[in-house]
């Protein structure tokens, strides 16, 4: 089965890295995600990263894989308090052609601390 | 581009009533999903539709729940009765199957409170 597991809580300083771990179990998975909800509204996807690949870099945001230890994680530099959100790491299992549902994390809550 | 659009965002209703979600996907899109986020467990997806056809409902928690999408632009998710533990915010989504990514867009959600 598939499964993904995030940690609850990440407490970091505005203007600090942060950077939120995620584990998933799936080594056929092909592609992961990162989805951030701010309070009261829908997941925004922030950015994907395909399985061969090992890095993913998008502005302040870069996307660490390690599929040997089935690792993912996100980091946000120069962290602001807009950052504040829940950040869900969600997986998929089929390659283009297929349409299964994303698998999630149950989401880590990013708290800024001024 | 207009994204997933989702009605009511807010609902209260009394146990034992029919509630109705209403979800229209991104125009072109040929998957649409519903999902269910609680505190306790989560994301969880109740059921997804290829092309209007129902390929996978194995989430759906009983036979309460159903889903229809009679066609590319329309979705409903209907509890009926409802029950307290149903309370939950209820995610519509869509994407188009077979872009590179597969990437899933969601709509604001519904907030459902049965009492």
């Known amino acids: 089965g598939e499964d993904v597991e995030q940690s609850l809580f990440l407490s970091v300083r505005e203007g600090d890295s942060s950077v939120i771990n995620c584990t998933y179990t799936d080594s056929s998975s092909t592609y992961l995600y990162w989805y951030k909800q701010e309070p009261g509204a829908g997941l925004q996807l922030l950015t994907y990263?395909?399985?061969?690949?090992d890095m993913k870099q998008d502005q302040r945001l870069t996307v660490l894989l390690n599929k040997k230890d089935k690792h993912l994680s996100l980091r946000i530099a120069d962290t602001q308090t807009g950052d504040s959100a829940i950040y869900f790491c969600?997986?998929?299992?089929?390659?283009?052609?297929?349409?299964?549902?994303?698998?999630f994390g149950k989401g880590t809550h990013l708290i800024i601390q001024p | 581009d207009a994204g997933v659009i989702q009605s009511p965002r807010h609902e209260v209703t009394e146990m034992g009533q029919e509630v109705t979600l209403r979800c229209k996907p991104i125009s072109g899109h040929n998957s649409l999903f519903w999902y269910r986020q609680t505190m306790m467990r989560g994301l969880e997806l109740l059921i997804y539709?290829?092309?209007?056809?129902?390929?996978?409902d194995s989430g759906m928690p009983e036979d309460r729940f159903s889903a229809k999408m009679p066609n590319a632009s329309f979705s409903t998710l209907k509890i009926q009765p409802s029950e307290p533990r149903d309370s939950a915010v209820y995610f519509c989504a869509s994407r188009y199957r077979g872009v590179p990514g597969n990437t899933i867009y969601f709509g604001e959600g519904s907030w459902l409170t049965v009492v």
């Open positions: 539709f290829n092309n209007n056809v129902p390929i996978d």
């Open positions: 969600a997986e998929s299992l089929r390659s283009g052609g297929g349409a299964d549902g994303l698998t």
């Open positions: 990263i395909f399985s061969n690949m």
